[in-house]
């Protein structure tokens, strides 16, 4: 699948000249202007950026940034559709140096993107947010969307002492931001108390994430997380995930092949994904991992509602 050797998401290092960075400048001015027939294999060639700069262009082409934004006064353009299928990216590349991850995560987040808003999603992003924000922002749409919500993370994940009680392994998983990190346990609340029985998907694609949502592992939490939320990790807890170059461009291991597998039938289920990932994740010690708060989800495909809306509807928007 092209690799050239991998790394952890703690240690990323890009170089590029300037011949390389003007022919990515290039792709990306071709890319904003792609139609939706454009073949995957013709993206992929258009897509490869080596830039946290051009990765985020197209970013903001694809959906809303919402981090100067506040839920409290939402704008038109973000209320429209709002209610209906809904992914919510919080990519972290970070601006403390030692947890820099490159344009790595940025990539991943185009990939998930791309793949949503051909089955009809509306996209909204959070890049290296503070965890006051995102909890805002996540109270916003597990309140607001009614059918379908997507969430994917990509960044930092980390384990920390347990001080509750309630892991088994003594350690609680966590979202890192730049400013501080977001615990387990506060996720699952607020799923417990925000979401209401949409069908909720969970992406994570960081180290230690296998319980990152904590509803397999939440004791107090069974009965009162609502059904239809299903999470899926790149890695078991004690695992790192891992990102390297592939064809050209800096990406995560779990991202690509899901969404490489995913393309290639979409009807696949968690059970089937995990059958086929597995071989290759594995051999970067990562394993797929998943849970979820309603047992058929998973003989069901992983997105069932994937037909686009009309081109008049709020959710079409932008082209890619």
């Known amino acids: 699948m092209g690799q050239e050797g991998s790394s952890t998401r703690d240690h ?21 202007h ?12 258009l897509r490869g950026s080596n830039t946290i700069e051009a990765s985020l262009k197209i970013m903001n082409h694809l959906g809303i940034c919402l981090n100067d934004l506040s839920p409290n006064k939402v704008p038109p353009q973000l209320a429209d559709g709002i209610s209906s299928k809904v992914l919510l990216i919080v990519v972290n590349t970070y601006t403390k140096p030692k947890y ?15 793949n949503h808003k051909k089955m009809g999603y509306k996209m909204v ?19 607001k969307s009614e059918t379908d919500l997507t969430i994917f993370y990509t960044g930092h994940g980390c384990s920390v002492v347990d001080k509750s009680g309630d892991e088994s392994d003594g350690y609680d998983e966590v979202m890192l931001f730049d400013t501080g990190y977001v615990i387990d346990d506060e996720l699952a609340e607020y799923l417990a108390q925000y979401a209401h029985g949409q069908r909720i998907v969970l992406l994570s694609d960081c180290c230690h994430s ?36 592939i064809k050209s461009t800096d990406q995560g291991i779990f991202s690509y092949y899901f969404w490489d597998l995913f393309n290639k039938d979409q009807n696949i289920t968690t059970k089937q994904m995990e059958t086929k990932i597995n ?42």
Do not use: C
């Open 210 to 245: 296998g319980s990152m949502w904590d509803i397999q592992s939440h004791p107090g939490m069974k009965g009162v997380i609502p059904d239809n939320i299903m999470s899926i990790s790149a890695s078991k807890d004690d695992q790192t995930a891992k990102q390297t170059k």
């Open 100 to 114: 820099q991850l490159g344009v790595g995560p940025l990539n991943d987040s185009i990939t998930v993107a791309i």
């Open 279 to 320: 071989p290759y994740i594995s051999r970067f010690k990562q394993h797929f991992t998943y849970a979820t708060t309603s047992p058929s989800m998973l003989d069901e495909p992983i997105f069932p509602h994937r037909e686009r809306p009309p081109a008049d509807h709020p959710n079409r928007g932008h082209t890619y």
């Open 125 to 143: 992003f959070l890049h290296n947010t503070t965890p006051k924000i995102f909890k805002s922002w996540l109270q916003f749409v597990l309140e």
């Open 34 to 45: 792609m139609d939706a027939n454009t073949r995957k294999e013709q993206f992929q060639e």
């Open 12 to 32: 990323f290092s890009d170089s590029s000249d300037d011949a390389v960075l003007d022919k990515i400048k290039k792709e990306q001015t071709q890319q904003v």
